[in-house]
Structures are given as C-alpha cells and as structure tokens.
C-alpha cells in the first residue's frame, strides 16, 4: 500500500536530508505501511517506502521496524498513564539510545546511559512542531552531539570507539560495560559489540527509567510506570 504523499515541502526535505546523511547501511526494504497508518508520521511512513531501514547517519543511529523493538517498549511502559499502549520505538542509536513515537506526545528519546526519558511535549505540548516537523528535524537532522556519548571529561566518544571496534550494522550498538554503565566506566575500551536489544533489555531490567525535564533546575519528574507527584506536571 502507498501512503498519501506528505506535502511536497516535506517530502522534498525528506529527499534532501537522505542526500546529506544517507545511504542507508545496508539498505533494508522498510516494513509495510498499512497497521502505522496514523500511528506514526508520515514523513517516517514515506522514508521507509523511499528508503527503507538500515544505519543512518554514517552509523549513529539504525532507522528500525517497530515492531522488532515492541516487547522492549510494552515492558519499559507496562502502567504509565501517559505512554503505554501507544509509544512506538522508531530509531536506535549507536550507544544504545532509543528514539520513539508517542501518539500522543511525539517524539520521545530514552538515554540508556542515564536511564532517563525525555518528552519535551509531554511537558510542553504548545512547543510542539507538527508531527512531520519532529521527524525531519528530531529525527532524521538529529545533530551528531545528540547521537554521541561522552565520557567522564565530557568527550564525546563515537569516533573513539568506532576506531577501536569498526563500523556498526543492525540490530549491534557500542554497548557500555557493565550496562548500564557508570559515569567513570565510559572509557572507549570498556565497550563491546552487542545486540542492541539484548543490551538495552539488560538495562531495563537493572534500573529505574526516569521522566525528566532537563531545563529545569531538578529535572526528575517521576519514574516511568508511577503516578505524577501532586500539582504536575
């Protein structure tokens, strides 16, 4: 099934990001459309009926199927009032990170490093560009700082590691040893290839996963599956 064109603006940015950021690494035909129908945006529909799935970014990030990555956001979510039933893993990132689609908050972003999720229009929903706007710009311009780690002196770590273990292909990530990782364990040699969803599985079921706010003075707002404190957000 094609999905309705995203206005020619869209589209035409769509096609413009892939000329910068692209080719997909290896190239993987992307799943069919029809069940992410007003689920998802379509400028991420339409990238994978141009494109498909694969390594963005020169290996920052892998553009994923949704449903591979399902049961690990059904259990990160299982009695959050605000996500479960309806938060779509979309993007993996090279550490580990995962991108996500809330359909009813938009772009979501899980930093396993810091065990923390971060939904800006959860917080702020009058900021929030239209959906295909956050996948442009959120996902597919995603700036490198926002795909990186960085170690204890605040390095980022990327070109390190890859250096030492080679470029990535779906479904391994530079995976922090132990997982998750401590801030002074983030050392390139303390870093191993692994299945991204056997890492990030082993982190969620070693921590607590934190809603938080970070351009407030305290970002923790409430961990993910808990009800909000009184009078938030």
């Known amino acids: ?3 309705s064109a995203s206005p020619a603006q869209v589209t035409a940015q769509v096609d413009a990001l892939y000329a910068r950021h692209g080719p997909l690494a290896p190239a993987l035909p992307g799943p069919d459309p029809t069940p992410w129908l007003n689920r998802l945006p379509d400028a991420l529909l339409y990238f994978w009926q141009q494109y498909g799935l694969g390594t963005w970014q020169d290996g920052r990030m892998h553009i994923i199927d949704p449903a591979l990555a399902a049961p690990l956001v059904d259990f990160l979510f299982a009695g959050d009032a605000d996500f479960e039933g309806d938060t779509h893993a979309i993007a993996i990132g090279a550490f580990g990170q995962m991108t996500l689609w809330s359909q009813r908050h938009g772009l979501v972003d899980l930093n396993t490093m810091m065990t923390a999720i971060e939904a800006p229009y959860l917080i702020d929903p009058g900021l929030a560009p239209p959906p295909d706007m956050q996948i442009v710009e959120g996902l597919l311009d995603m700036p490198a700082i926002m795909t990186d780690a960085y170690d204890e002196e605040g390095q980022p770590l990327f070109d390190r590691v890859r250096a030492l273990l080679g470029p990535l292909a779906p479904p391994m990530i530079y995976a922090s040893t132990p997982a998750p990782p401590r801030v002074a364990d983030l050392d390139p040699d ?4 692994a299945d991204a969803r056997e890492w990030i ?5 070693e921590s607590s996963i934190t809603l938080v706010d970070w351009r407030r003075d305290q970002p923790d707002l409430r961990l993910i ?9």
């Open 1 to 3: 099934m094609t999905v």
């Open 190 to 193: 303390n870093f191993v290839l």
């Open 201 to 205: 599985e082993a982190v969620l079921g």
């Open 225 to 233: 599956g808990d009800p909000w404190p009184p009078g938030q957000p």
